[in-house]
């Protein structure tokens, strides 16, 4: 058989495979991707794509993406063949062929639910934290990268940003220190995210460049590079996400987690910081709050004396109508805006979903007034991007409600125009395309100065 023959069976084989690892295809399944620690089911079988899709990390595979996952290939042709080996396929051309067939391994299943994972008290994260960025200061070239590249001042970086010791003996001289100055013992750290107990040695470890990592799906886990507090309403630091100096496009960011040591039988205690909100509230802030995605932009927000709530990515938005609740009694806001990349208005997962945001808060706090900050992408793509290139006052502002019913009327025109089946239909490519138009159709319709409708404010 040649390969573009056997390629077509294997990627049709998907449900069968799925079967055999005792998943259910009608039902959601728990997230194969080793990235997400998936603890409730969130992934699915799209029948019509032939691909499963999880709706809480967003990753789309297909059954190649599933068995690269499953036996930690390193490269296509490398899983291809064991895709040939799994289903019993023999490929013309191929010299060498498996002793025996071997077996598809089943589906990972009862993983402890997030809800049921213990974790410290925010005051313990807190101390301990702040203590750990006491001792691991950042090298000079992490103080050029902060300064000179996310444009910080010196007092933020002191604030809240450390190097990330990660080499086995300058972790346990850092955990010795942190037991005597918090005065914590092993069993309250142990529940510390990022920290958990070595069952072999006893001794209190946390992630590093050399520690097991189920969730990576590597044997080791890199987690050198640059760590980020991230704060909580009330100015307690806890969570780490850290910024890795070396890594693969898209996981240049990660959390300072111990997830992996919780259903563990190698590990005792673990813990995770969930999809923590992160929270800057500036000296003498503004009336109005700010909502955006990553730290460094809320940063350069943040510069400007407005208070600024960050999600680590978009679908961790949930419970953010709670926090907004919470400022109000600390502070006077007046209005909301929510300044995600100018990318959105092309972007229809990322849309969809920050819509989702923007009606819940609507919903549960009608008083306040929602705007979206609207530019075109030409002059930055995220919001750091626009302001420190100079353009801020290309940022115009435009009411929630406008802005969602201008770029869902834009997405029907366009669909319209190519039909629903073709647009269901298009590949990878072409609804890169499809977005780029429809970026365009809506910088036009929500930029245009002719368009009284819009009426955009001056940037703030």
Known sequence: ???????EIILASLPNYLAQKGINIS????????????????????????RCH???????????????????????????NLACDLFGIDVDERKEKPKERPKIKP???????????????????????????????????????LTEKRGLSKERIK?????????????????????????????????????????????????????????????WCNNAGIGILIRNVDGQAVAIQIRRDTASKGNRYCWFTSIFAVDSVDYDGGSTPGAAKDIIIPENPQTCLCITEGRFKSEIIAANRNIVISIQGVSAWKGIDEIIK?????????????????????????FNTISDMARTIMERIPDMKIKFAVWKIKYGKGIDDCILSGNLT??????????????????DMLLKK???????????????????????????????????????????
């Not at 974790?119 to 950042?138: G, I």
């Open 1 to 7: 058989m040649d390969r573009d023959t056997a390629k």
């Open 27 to 50: 039902r959601k399944f728990l997230c194969m991707n080793p990235d997400h620690q998936d603890h409730s089911p969130s992934m699915c079988y799209d029948r019509r794509r032939n």
């Open 54 to 80: 999880c709706f809480s990390c967003g990753c789309d595979a297909d059954i190649f993406n599933l068995i690269q996952w499953d036996y930690n290939t390193t490269s296509f042709p490398e899983t291809f």
């Open 107 to 145: 589906a990972k299943h009862g993983r402890t639910r997030i809800s049921e994972i213990k974790k410290a008290e925010p005051e313990v994260c807190d101390k301990v934290y702040t203590t750990m960025q006491m001792l691991s200061p950042l090298t000079a070239t992490d103080m050029k990268y």
């Open 159 to 219: 604030k809240d940003y450390m190097r990330m010791v990660t080499a086995p003996e300058d972790r346990k001289k850092l955990i010795r220190k942190l037991i005597k100055l918090t005065g914590y013992t092993k069993d309250t750290l142990k529940y510390v995210p990022g920290f958990f107990i070595d069952k072999n040695t006893g001794a209190l470890d946390y992630s590093g460049d050399n520690v097991p990592s189920i969730s990576h799906g590597t044997n």
């Open 326 to 350: 919470k400022l109000r009694e600390q502070h006077e806001i007046k209005s909301i805006f929510l300044m995600f990349d100018s990318d959105i208005m092309g972007n229809r997962q990322v």
């Open 394 to 411: 290309r940022v115009k502002y435009v009411d929630a409600e406008y802005f969602m019913e201008t770029c869902n009327n834009s997405f």
């Open 418 to 460: 190519y039909g629903v089946k073709s647009f269901q239909k298009m590949k990878s490519e072409d609804r890169k395309i499809f977005g780029k138009y429809l970026q365009e159709e809506n910088e036009k319709r929500l930029l245009c100065k002719n368009k009284k409708e819009a009426n955009p404010e001056e940037a703030a």
